[in-house]
């Protein structure tokens, strides 16, 4: 038998090429698109929880007036912080 794609005589029941590599046969079972597919339409919680945070973040630093209101918002914020950044991550990838 012949490849179909370099035209190396390859044996009967082999099932690539060892030249080129390519299939001599068609795949039985395709494989699985590996392409990323972008979800239609919805927030992902990842970010409703990012805008919650920010909303609490903001809330409690207008309303704080003493100190343990303003830690808990500068914690929240660095919370909202990195959850943007660990999305953002997600995203590149």
Request: with cysteine.
């Given at each position: 038998?012949?490849?179909?794609?370099?035209?190396?005589?390859?044996?009967?029941?082999?099932?690539?090429?060892?030249?080129?590599?390519?299939a001599t046969t068609e795949p039985r079972i395709k494989p699985p698109d590996t392409r990323r597919r972008r979800p239609g339409g919805g927030f992902h919680p990842s970010l409703v929880a990012l805008i919650v945070l920010?909303?609490?973040?903001?809330?409690?630093?207008?309303?704080?007036?003493?100190?343990?209101?303003?830690?808990?918002s500068g914690i929240i914020a660095v919370l909202a912080v990195i959850l943007l950044a660990v999305r953002i991550v997600q995203l590149r990838r």
């Open positions: 038998m012949q490849c179909r794609y370099c035209g190396v005589e390859i044996a009967d029941n082999a099932l690539i090429c060892y030249r080129c590599g390519h920010l909303i609490a973040a903001i809330f409690l630093a207008i309303v704080a007036r003493d100190e343990t209101p303003r830690i808990l």
